[in-house]
């Protein structure tokens, strides 16, 4: 257990290092500079749909509730954070047609204190629609939590005095670095892995496999669905604060039904009940989506030039994933986790296998 | 076979590992003074557009002025120019990322775009910390350039396009109330529907000339409800921004209503979709716009439409026109800067002043906004007809 520890830690002092490094931490220091800000930023994203496929994972994947609620926990994480870390002259400035209201309009707190009650807030709102909405099974449930959301974004876009309308928000403090995204990302595997792993988490688990199985070993269903619904949207609002961070700027269209479904590709992609293969997802989408970029630019080379085609990423975007659903129906990862001791053991069955292969013929 | 499918995988997903590293520091060096000061012969501007996704229309359309504009003047200062164009799939974070990749990517000097607003905000928020200026084609929105010195548009922005429908709408048609009907998720249409009452009530000095303000949700298909209560107020005219669609099927549900009053509204109705949707019953919709292929007079614009003409066979509209003018702004601040230099661009266009453009002659004001005509439209014959210029007032 303490060799456990010590390389466990190890590893975490190891990338923190590779995190200042690349965040630019150590430019005073030591003069090394930081990366790029476009790799940076991949890293960022990645880092926040990690959040947001987790947290979407935990109700879908491990409970076994359809929710498509998560655009709209988002919205609101994000509009909390917006509101709450603007200063008055950013407020004032930015709701130049409808002034905000005056409690809102004085109050800026610290970022750390906002994106915990944008989550606080996701999730209030997550007790509301799952008391009623919980009782659903299967599709409705998708359907109503669907409903939900859409009804979030609408209240959103109507309330003219607090959210500034379609008019959206601008000047959103940039305070989000690799710190936080990453940071946010490791809190919330740690603390998704360590639930899971207790009595709630497989009672979650239990859940999916068979609900009235479950109710029978004297589980309260609608207890834990709420559990589960609760932290996942608390995630979703931490994931939307974050995002509405980075870019300074939100506005209800961002929130629309589609950005649901591509969290929840993420999920079904990585595989639905498998904490790194939400991860491994979150990963390759982002970086996958800006890699292709290249197919859609115009290259020049001399005075060659070869003309890109708009829109090419997304057809080969979506062939891999037709080729991911033929091999890997459940998944990359189904429903198994990445740890050490499996990467060893591959890695030990790889040696061998090799070993024998060399061997055959002396 | 798993296992070797799985690490086949694994291989594949490892050799993308390297691009992103490869790229990284390559690029840094070049846009440090690595490379630059050799080999000064290319100059990079880039352009962010929504090619496809919900606005995909709008881009393709400003692209395709960009592109002719590139063509027509390949050379700055001795240097080719090079253009780099990044889709934004109508989606703010891909917006962000677009403008990170072109500056930290592709060493661009200046950026052009976009077509979207809220685009526009995202992207511009990068290209500010960045210092690297950018030229907006057609966000009309006053937020885009609030606060962000690096940002500059060659369209008008709403407050004035609100106040040249209210001034049409009291002077040419003599109207005395109007009805507004907005789409409540379009910050263009909020946006346009406020000013317009603001310069409608100052004109006719009556604060309840405006006698409804109703709204619509986008997608919606019956206006029933917003269009009985219209009738029943019998308003002189009908304010009605929003996207062509949209409009062209509630002008045609408003006169099978009976409803007579003219239907005004702003530069998103001009699209060959408004005529084909609408139909007979959107003739006599007046909108105002950037530009009018009717009302050019200068050599530039007539030789814009020409080109444009043999190129992509069609007339061109006020967004190709708008591409244009946002090129040759930058081609024209870095002749005057003699240098393309990012804060010397910024500098020059922020000096910006009588630049003879397609759509009209542009003036930077203190906010970076373009200081210019509007025209208004009106469908006429199943086209859109040229009525009359209206001057900064």
């Known amino acids: 257990m303490s060799r456990h520890l010590k390389r466990d830690l190890v590893i975490l002092v190891c990338v923190a290092l590779v995190v200042a490094w690349a965040n630019g931490d150590l430019k005073d220091l030591l003069g090394i500079p930081g990366w790029q800000s476009y790799a940076v930023r991949i890293?960022?994203?990645?880092?926040?749909?990690?959040?947001?496929?987790?947290?979407?994972?935990?109700?879908?994947?491990?409970?076994?509730?359809?929710?498509?609620?998560?655009?709209?926990?988002?919205?609101?994480?994000?509009?909390?954070?917006?509101?709450l870390t603007m200063d008055m002259a950013a407020k004032d400035r930015v709701f130049f047609m409808t002034p905000l209201v005056e409690p809102l309009r004085n109050l800026t707190l610290p970022f750390l204190p906002a994106l915990v009650l944008a989550g606080i807030v996701a999730g209030l709102f997550s007790l509301l629609v799952g008391?009623?909405?919980?009782?659903?099974?299967?599709?409705?449930?998708?359907?109503?939590?669907?409903?939900?959301?859409?009804?979030?974004?609408?209240?959103?876009?109507?309330?003219?005095?607090?959210?500034?309308g379609a008019l959206g928000l601008k000047g959103i403090p940039p305070v989000v670095n690799l710190w936080w995204t990453l940071g946010s990302a490791f809190v919330c595997y740690l603390m998704l892995r360590n639930f899971l792993a207790s009595s709630y988490g497989r009672a979650f688990k239990s859940i999916r496999e068979n609900e009235t199985a479950a109710q029978a070993m004297g589980i309260d269903l609608f207890k834990h669905k709420l559990l589960s619904f609760f932290i996942s949207s608390f995630w979703a609002g931490v994931g939307g604060g974050l995002l509405a961070s980075l870019l300074t700027t939100i506005d209800p269209v961002q929130f629309k039904f589609p950005l649901t479904f591509q969290v929840l590709l993420t999920v079904v992609l990585g595989g639905m009940g498998s904490l790194s293969g939400s991860i491994i997802a979150a990963g390759i989408v982002t970086y996958l989506m800006e890699f292709l970029r290249v197919v859609e630019e115009t290259h020049y080379w001399g005075s060659i030039t070869i003309p890109g085609i708009p829109g090419l990423r997304m057809v080969i975007f979506s062939l891999a994933l037709v080729v991911v659903v033929v091999w890997y129906p459940k998944g990359l990862m189904g429903d198994r986790e990445l740890t050490v001791a499996g990467i060893k053991g591959v890695l030990g069955r790889v040696r061998q296998r090799l070993r024998i292969k060399g061997g055959r013929p002396a | 076979m798993r296992k070797t499918k799985f690490v086949a995988i694994v291989l594949l997903l490892a050799l993308f590992i390297p691009f992103l590293q490869g790229c990284g520091p390559k690029a840094t060096g070049e846009n440090g003074q690595g490379k630059e000061p050799e080999k000064p012969t290319e100059i990079h501007i880039g352009v962010y557009e929504p090619m496809?996704?919900?606005?995909?229309?709008?881009?393709?359309?400003?692209?395709?002025?960009?592109?002719?504009?590139?063509?027509?003047?390949?050379?700055?200062?001795?240097?080719?120019?090079?253009?780099?164009?990044?889709?934004?799939?109508?989606?703010?974070?891909?917006a962000a990322n677009a403008v990170t990749r072109l500056i930290d990517q592709k060493n661009v000097v200046a950026i052009i775009g976009s077509y979207g607003s809220s685009l526009s905000i995202a992207g511009g928020e990068v290209a500010k910390n960045k210092e690297i200026p950018v030229v907006g084609c057609s966000p009309?929105?006053?937020?885009?350039?609030?606060?962000?010195?690096?940002?500059?548009?060659?369209?008008?922005?709403?407050?004035?396009?609100?106040?040249?429908?209210?001034?049409?709408?009291?002077?040419?048609?003599?109207?005395?109330?109007?009805?507004?009907?907005?789409?409540?998720?379009?910050?263009?249409?909020?946006?346009?529907?406020?000013?317009?009452?603001?310069?409608?009530?100052q004109l006719t000095g009556d604060d309840k000339c405006v006698l409804a303000e109703l709204e619509y949700n986008t997608g919606d298909q019956d206006f029933t409800a917003q269009l009985t209560q219209t009738a029943s107020l019998a308003p002189d005219v009908v304010f009605a921004p929003g996207n062509y669609g949209d409009s062209a099927l509630m002008?045609?549900?408003?006169?099978?209503?009976?409803?007579?009053?003219?239907?005004?509204?702003?530069?998103?109705?001009?699209?060959?979709?408004?005529?084909?949707?609408?139909?007979?019953?959107?003739?006599?919709?007046?909108?105002?716009?950037?530009?009018?292929?009717?009302?050019?007079?200068?050599?530039?614009?007539?030789?814009?439409?020409?080109?444009?003409?043999?190129?992509?066979?069609?007339e061109p509209n006020a967004f190709a026109a708008l591409g244009y003018d946002a090129y040759l702004m930058i081609l024209d601040a870095i002749k005057r800067a003699n240098s393309a230099e990012p804060a010397a661009i910024r500098d020059a266009l922020a000096g910006t002043k009588d630049f003879k453009g397609v759509t009209g002659t542009i003036t930077m004001d203190e906010n970076r906004d373009a200081n210019k005509s509007a025209v208004i439209l009106q469908v006429k014959d199943g086209a859109f007809q040229y009525l009359t210029t209206v001057e900064p007032f």
């Open chain 2, 251 to 314: 002008i045609r549900q408003a006169r099978s209503l009976k409803i007579t009053a003219p239907f005004l509204g702003g530069d998103t109705w001009e699209a060959p979709e408004f005529i084909e949707i609408g139909g007979v019953d959107v003739e006599g919709a007046t909108l105002s716009t950037h530009y009018s292929v009717q009302a050019t007079g200068t050599d530039a614009s007539k030789a814009f439409v020409d080109a444009y003409k043999a190129k992509y066979n069609k």
């Open chain 1, 131 to 164: 008391v009623p909405a919980l009782r659903l099974r299967g599709d409705y449930l998708g359907i109503a939590t669907l409903g939900f959301a859409e009804i979030i974004r609408l209240i959103i876009q109507n309330v003219r005095k607090v959210t500034n």
């Open chain 2, 52 to 94: 496809t996704g919900a606005s995909a229309s709008g881009g393709q359309m400003t692209w395709e002025g960009i592109q002719l504009a590139n063509e027509m003047h390949p050379e700055v200062l001795g240097q080719t120019v090079r253009l780099h164009l990044e889709d934004n799939k109508t989606d703010k974070t891909e």
């Open chain 2, 140 to 201: 009309t929105n006053p937020l885009v350039t609030q606060d962000n010195p690096y940002y500059f548009r060659v369209c008008f922005i709403d407050p004035f396009q609100g106040k040249v429908m209210a001034k049409y709408a009291s002077e040419n048609l003599n109207a005395k109330t109007a009805v507004i009907i907005r789409n409540v998720q379009d910050d263009y249409a909020v946006g346009l529907a406020n000013y317009f009452k603001e310069a409608f009530i």
């Open chain 1, 43 to 83: 890293i960022n994203m990645c880092a926040i749909n990690a959040v947001l496929a987790l947290s979407l994972n935990l109700v879908n994947g491990f409970t076994g509730q359809f929710s498509l609620g998560h655009a709209g926990f988002m919205a609101l994480g994000a509009y909390t954070t917006a509101l």
